[in-house]
């Protein structure tokens, strides 16, 4: 199999890792993100819902992966890891009320001698559970264990031109996706039916790339629900009068980048006429702020100040990093467009701005995926940004799937 | 929003869940596994990526949800909970370096005179990582911690009728779904079309049922990569000669049926000809061994014998308990089908029964989702079991979207 990225890229990643572990002092990295796991290794499959990590250590060159019988091969077929280095363990450790892989990965850890040192580990990681951690400790007492949360991540957080080249097929992606979602939206349409044709075209990819699955679901909140940005579609029909917020992310070898837009079925209500001008001002006033040298906070102080002119607060943070990830999420964790985030922005940082915009009864999102350049930004995607409105009688013929 | 089950349903299930709690000596019950969350509440959003609880108080009558402030709408919309047990956490705690949502909820507790109290924790679950288990541990020093890992899970082992309603509308759509993919595929028909198709009809659903979103993608590896069953779809087309694997789940209201099928591209290999029988042998021996009374570790040893037969053998389990979920996975962790597993069948206990085989460079899966009955047990789904033979160049033009 190909390696999505060239083996230098793979091994320039590590030594920056190797770097920052120098720096907190840790001698061994236990990573667990599979977001982490990839962007080191290459490894590639939806195995992490069994234990599994990458062992980095310090002194030694090569990754080791290890992880479940039968996906040791996968792990052979996806990374530039030597095949000695790729561990298994046995089925039996799956799902126990008696085996924990954890009691397996520090057996191995105290047989090749690193189970006396200073080990590092994903504290706030989906994949490292409060058990895993406590069996680590009880088979490792004579380790020292560090906190190397977003260790990786801070590595990631500024991306290669081949990884931002992968986030612009992404995009393309996203615009189709969601141009063939809002096409397929009319009064009686089925949110169900919208939201099987939004993931057909994401996953189909588009321009000649086949898409990869995104770490989030296309969220689809209509009505009343718009007041809520994370309810997934159910089988009830849209109706005239509606507003519908799609928010999505095209993803291609697990890079992404999201784009959320607000619709109106018909005659937009005035909530919204009032609300969406607010909005596009505003990401516009931030887009035209970003430059290097900035930090995070400051973008949100840029938002602060033009929604304020209209009397507007916003509770929420107006964005994150974004890049590679595995569900349940595209984020990176890393730094956020919020007050107080000291992040100053670098070319080739890549962030999500989605400054939605939730009340009690509705809501707004639109939402811009840009890269830092070397002077300003520019956006991945290129899709109209005001409310679009549809003609609730639109049943489009093209839509349909036999 | 209606919910998906009467309110006496979730009565019910809370009172079983607070009678384990009695046995195991747990006061108070912190449930952030989304799947458990949704049992006991009727929760339903993609939130799960920040931290979120279920709070179980055994001498209360009601939950406590405790989340986002942004996803506090939709508790209100989606769960019978009384507003005023609907608790929301500022953003800044969220992914922030400084403030961690297990903090709040520590306070929380406290301030309702649960801090000194005995509380059970998920110790196992995706959702409650290292990090967040210390932090209570840290806000809460008077509290006796508990690992109450799968207590809810043991609840939902054995389904009521109308879940089992619900299984049986995923089943549909995970035969639809099989159907629309397999026809998709020929050679030179791309991975990701295949996948893409597959989506769109889980998600549109069958029989006027819309479907939900899965908890894994739908996985098909492909020639030498059958070898490893988690790999997920390329961009690469498919081979005359070629074995596929499809492996996917119909799913409604959350409730998953599983379903495994391998697909030769023109004439099947020697090996796929060879084990092909002597998996659906084993399957409708396991099948026609089931009833009530005997144990998973038994099913089992009728698969062992009837492959032995062959001079086979199988190194991982034979499949799990199957039904409510969220990704990354569908499977309950409780009762798995292996050596040992004693837990005793019941009725309306649900299983995948997916004994899959892989080698160096090939694999086979074949699967059946089935209830446990008063006498026997009854598949979810009616489709061919054998190996399926596809014509290379039958294109099939209805699979077309525009």
Redesign the interface.
């Known amino acids: 199999m190909m390696l999505p990225f060239d083996i230098l890229e793979y091994h320039e990643r590590l030594e920056k890792t190797k770097k920052r572990m120098e720096e907190k002092g840790v001698e061994v990295l236990l990573i667990t993100d599979p977001a982490n796991m990839n962007y080191l290794s290459g490894y590639?499959?939806?195995?992490?819902?069994v234990h599994q990590m990458l062992v980095i250590i310090i002194d030694e060159a090569q990754p080791l992966w290890i992880g479940r019988?039968?996906?040791a091969?996968?792990a052979r077929?996806?990374t530039w890891i030597y095949d000695e280095n790729v561990i298994a363990y046995?089925?039996?450790y799956?799902?126990?009320a008696i085996y924990?892989p954890m009691d397996f990965i520090a057996e191995i850890l105290t047989q090749i001698g690193q189970g006396n040192r200073t080990i590092g580990?994903e504290?706030?990681?989906?994949?490292?559970?409060?058990?895993?951690?406590?069996q680590l400790k009880n088979n490792l007492p004579n380790a020292t264990f560090k906190?190397a949360?977003l260790l990786v991540n801070g590595v990631r957080i500024v991306k290669s031109d081949q990884e931002i080249e992968y986030m612009k097929r992404a995009a393309i992606i996203a615009e189709h996706a969601m141009e063939k979602g809002i096409e397929s939206i009319y009064a009686g349409a089925?949110?169900?039916?919208v939201?099987?044709?939004i993931?057909?075209?994401?996953?189909?990819?588009s321009n000649g790339?086949?898409?990869?699955?995104p770490s989030?679901?296309p969220?689809l909140p209509a009505g009343?629900?718009t007041?809520?940005?994370?309810?997934?579609?159910?089988?009830r029909a849209f109706m005239s009068g509606e507003a519908v917020i799609i928010e999505l992310a095209g993803c291609y070898k697990r890079y992404h980048v999201p784009l959320a837009r607000t619709v109106s079925i018909g005659t937009p209500s005035e909530e919204m006429t009032t609300l969406s001008p607010i909005v596009t001002e505003g990401i516009q006033e931030v887009l035209a702020s970003i430059k290097p040298g900035i930090t995070c906070g400051d973008i949100e102080e840029t938002w602060r100040k033009s929604i304020k002119k209209y009397g507007m607060e916003k509770?929420?943070?107006l964005g994150?990093s974004v890049g590679l990830g595995y569900?349940?999420?595209w984020?990176e964790?890393t730094a956020?467009l919020?007050?107080g985030d000291q992040t100053v922005l670098e070319p080739n940082m890549t962030f999500h701005l989605i400054p939605?915009l939730?009340f009690?009864n509705y809501g707004i999102e639109i939402s811009e995926t840009f890269r830092v350049t070397d002077t300003g930004c520019e956006r991945f995607t290129n899709y109209p940004q005001g409310l679009i409105v549809r003609d609730p009688l639109n049943i489009n013929p093209?839509?349909?799937?036999?």
């Open positions: 590639d499959a939806w195995s992490f819902y019988f039968q996906d091969n996968g077929k996806t046995p089925d039996y799956v799902h126990s924990h580990v504290m706030d990681n989906y994949y490292f559970s409060a058990k895993a951690f406590e906190n949360d089925k949110e169900s039916d939201a099987a044709t993931y057909y075209h994401l996953v189909k990819g790339h086949g898409g990869d699955y989030i679901v969220l009343e629900n007041c809520t940005p994370h309810l997934t579609w159910s089988e509770e929420s943070r994150y569900p349940p999420d984020g964790h956020s919020r007050k939605g939730w009690d093209t839509d349909k799937i036999s």
